[in-house]
């Protein structure tokens, strides 16, 4: 026990002699600093370290700002050592600088470009130029790791080289080894009574691949599109009454190979409810029976998300109409368990009438305000009105100058009646281009060139240009549109265009050639309804050649080979399409005629063209599409056979060559005619393996029509059986320049002599 005390107390007078020595050693004694040196310094600023410590020249040093001093270097995050040394009255601050990044390089990435792997470094603070930190090495390790997760690739394995070059800095090479895309390999739904698993799996846009899942990579896992398709799975649920679905869990499994992904989802139905009543409370204007019409809700049906969302949409947007911007509706369900049924009460609150106080537009770099402005229906200093401002974001973005247009409402503070709105627009390019072509094994090739730039110089002006280069049509047409030329949007389109027409390709063969020029003007009378009209001189000839028609050959002995015209127009079109790139609802109608009423060519001719679009369900729209037009002679002149009608190819009957269709004279030369029918169908679907992707989509299609006229094989009393059909399937393609469509067609009624062309596509127009 004595020898034990006696080793305690040696062992606490050490401690005690060491304490004491390491204070005597750390311990300064205050002095006031004469100077202040920096050694070690190699890129960093004297003045960076001089603003960072907490000690100046004439002030009292002591160990309290020494140990400020260092913690405040060290986190500048720029050197690797700091020590403080005294020299009499002189401060000494020694520090090491860690090596600043010289280059940063990738080896083996190929699913990304470098220049967006290097960006996703600079997010996390490591790029050329900045201090090299071990830690923020690690963390970009991390992050091109996440980037490629995100891509499916979990096997992807990254490692660091790290060379020191001279002045203290360090490149960095990282090399990737990216390793196979982890695929969904399966999906499974457990839970399900009421419709089968393939049917609830055919709603997700992720699935276990087919042949097309290069291209649409949707057998790549993504959590993002997993929670769209859950999302997807939960509103169809919903909207079929089973209003107590709910998601209970969702397995992702990555399996050992690390390649392969197996999702299993399980879901509780639960029970099928039907909707008993709807009522309306709250404060609705005075204008009940007016809401009541905006209910889609149905009693006796079953119940539907969907329809309540829409109707408490409908009612707050009608509430907007008024000027109440900030009306609410909520509603209510009241379950019935025991029947299974369920009532729905929709709560009204007007809250309080605003104004717009002002409007302001964002996003438009290159298109000038008064381009967007002039389409707005909403006016500063006036009622808020819900249905004026959808009008106009719909205006601007029917202009098509811009990819998106959202219209963002902010309160003004300190006053609750009134409100501001943003248009927020994100520009596109605006320049279109428009091509086409028909190859057969007899004719070959022939193209069609349009170039055509919206918004030049973000004026709202488009110029534009069209060249076909077939042996048929030849045209040179240059256009301008100014689509405000009066301040009441009256717009004006300018036209100078060249056009040649020759049915063969030896130079030999006989030619018309027609050259003018046309002013043309539009009045809106409606948001959808626009007329138009015009005047233009125009001139023809007809270049004799071989094998000139009989009825071109009489016409030029008795009025002359070259016929002026004073051609007159007026039309009419409304379009109410969803969209003029991938319409899948929505009508199209146009008008047009054309009186020439002075010089040597007298006629009337006039076309009216019909297009509808019919959605059956998420995947499969019908569309349809007819045009009929006539043309008649005015006074004692015989009608212009230069002006009559052509038909089959493109925007016809695909599956006849170019202009093929029609009368033909006694040496089979086609002649046109002074009327034509066009009929088109079309059944469109994605593209079997594209998912539901809408930007590739495979289509069917039957097109009817011929050309007649009182001359030629087709005469003025031509019956339906003379009209010629054809079908076939085709693939639509939203390509960067433009929706491309091809088309593989065969004749369903052909007669002898017709020309036929298997093979046909187009960019830049639908039909």
Same mark, same amino acid.
């Given at each position: ?17 060491? #304490? ?36 100046? @020249? ?36 020694? @520090? ?6 010289? /280059?940063?390089? #990738? ?32 963390? /970009? ?131 099928? $409810?039907? +909707? ?38 409908? $009612? ?7 000027? #109440? ?70 205006? @601007? ?80 047409? %240059? ?16 036209? +100078?265009?060249?056009?040649? %027409? ?20 539009? +009045?809106? $009378? ?87 679009? $019919? ?55 086609? @002649? ?75 004749? +369903? ?11 046909? %596509? ?6």
């Amino acid at each position: 026990m004595q020898i034990n005390l006696l080793r305690v107390r040696a062992w606490l007078l050490l401690v005690m002699m060491v #304490f004491s020595g390491a204070g005597a050693a750390w311990a300064i004694t205050p002095f006031t600093v004469r100077d202040i040196r920096i050694e070690g310094l190699q890129r960093v600023e004297p003045g960076t370290v001089f603003v960072s410590i907490p000690v100046q @020249v004439g002030e009292v040093y002591n160990d309290e700002k020494g140990a400020a001093a260092i913690r405040a270097l060290f986190a500048l995050g720029l050197f690797k050592d700091v020590r403080i040394e005294v020299s009499g009255d002189v401060l000494v601050l020694i @520090v090491e600088e860690r090596p600043t990044i010289g /280059a940063v390089d #990738f080896v083996g990435t190929k699913e990304f470009d470098k220049d967006v792997l290097r960006k996703a470094l600079r997010d996390v603070g490591l790029a050329d130029g900045r201090p090299f930190d071990k830690a923020q090495l690690d963390r /970009a390790e991390q992050e091109l790791k996440r980037q490629y997760i995100n891509r499916s690739l979990y096997a992807a394995e990254v490692v660091t080289t790290v060379t020191p070059t001279e002045r203290n800095r360090v490149n960095l090479t990282f090399t990737v080894n990216e390793g196979d895309t982890v695929k969904i390999s399966e999906i499974r739904l457990v839970g399900n009574k009421a419709f089968s698993e393939p049917s609830l799996r055919s709603l997700f846009d992720l699935d276990t691949g087919g042949w097309l899942s290069w291209y649409t990579k949707s057998n790549r896992y993504s959590r993002a599109k997993l929670n769209a398709d859950i999302e997807t799975l939960r509103s169809y649920y919903l909207t079929r009454g089973y209003i107590e679905f709910k998601v209970d869990s969702t397995q992702v499994s990555i399996l050992p190979n690390k390649t392969d992904i197996a999702i299993t989802i399980n879901i509780s139905e639960g029970e099928r $409810f039907d +909707v008993s009543s709807v009522k309306l409370e709250g404060n609705f204007l005075g204008r009940d029976d007016e809401f009541k019409s905006l209910v889609t809700i149905r009693p006796g049906q079953p119940y539907n998300a969907d329809d309540i969302a829409k109707t408490s949409k409908a $009612f707050t947007d009608y509430f907007a109409n008024f000027g #109440f911007a900030f009306a609410r509706v909520e509603a209510r369900s009241d379950v019935d368990r025991a029947s299974n049924r369920v009532a729905i009460t929709l709560q009204a609150d007007p809250s309080r009438r605003a104004y717009v106080r002002k409007i302001n537009i964002a996003g438009n770099s290159r298109s000038r305000d008064v381009v967007v402005r002039r389409e707005l229906r909403q006016f500063e200093a006036s009622w808020y009105d819900g249905y004026k401002i959808k009008l106009s974001r719909d205006r @601007v973005d029917r202009l098509g100058y811009f990819s998106s247009v959202l219209v963002d409402t902010q309160d003004v503070p300190g006053s609750p009646d009134q409100v501001d709105l943003t248009f927020e627009v994100v520009e596109k390019p605006t320049g279109s281009l428009s091509l086409g072509a028909g190859f057969s094994s007899g004719d070959g090739l022939g193209l069609s060139f349009g170039f055509k730039q919206d918004n030049a110089f973000g004026s709202g002006n488009s110029l534009g240009v069209q060249l076909n280069t077939s042996k048929i049509n030849r045209v040179l047409d %240059f256009s301008t549109t100014d689509p405000y030329f009066t301040a009441d949007g009256v717009s004006r389109t300018l036209s +100078v265009y060249y056009k040649t %027409f020759s049915p063969y390709e030896n130079q030999n063969y006989y030619k018309l050639v027609t050259s003018g020029g046309s002013a043309r003007f539009g +009045v809106p $009378f409606t948001e959808s309804d626009t007329v138009y009209f015009g005047a233009g001189v125009e001139n023809t000839s007809i270049v004799p050649g071989t094998s000139l028609p009989t009825s071109y050959l009489d016409y030029a002995n008795q009025f002359g080979y070259d016929s002026s015209a004073v051609p007159l127009t007026l039309g009419w079109s409304r379009d109410r399409r969803d969209s003029s790139l991938a319409p899948n609802s929505g009508r199209l109608q146009r008008a047009n005629a054309e009186w020439s009423v002075a010089g040597d060519a007298r006629y009337f001719r006039t076309t009216y063209q019909y297009q509808e679009y $019919f959605p059956l369900n998420k995947q499969f729209t019908v569309a349809v599409n007819g045009e009929v037009g006539f043309g008649v002679s005015v006074g004692d002149r015989a009608y212009p056979v230069f002006k009559n009608y052509y038909g089959g190819g493109l925007g016809s009957v695909r599956g006849f060559e170019q202009g093929s269709l029609g009368p033909r004279d006694a040496n089979g030369t086609v @002649v046109g005619g002074t009327r034509k029918v066009n009929l088109n169908a079309e059944l469109l679907t994605p593209f079997p393996g594209a998912g539901n992707d809408r930007t590739l989509r495979l289509y069917g299609f039957v097109d009817v029509g011929n050309i007649a006229g009182p001359d030629g094989g087709l005469a003025s009393n031509a019956t339906a059986n003379d009209l010629r059909s054809s079908s076939g399937v085709g693939i639509s393609w939203i390509s960067p320049v433009g929706p491309l469509r091809l088309a593989f067609s065969w004749p +369903v009624k052909s007669y002898d002599g017709d020309k036929m062309q298997s093979v046909q %596509f187009q960019i830049g127009s639908s039909f």
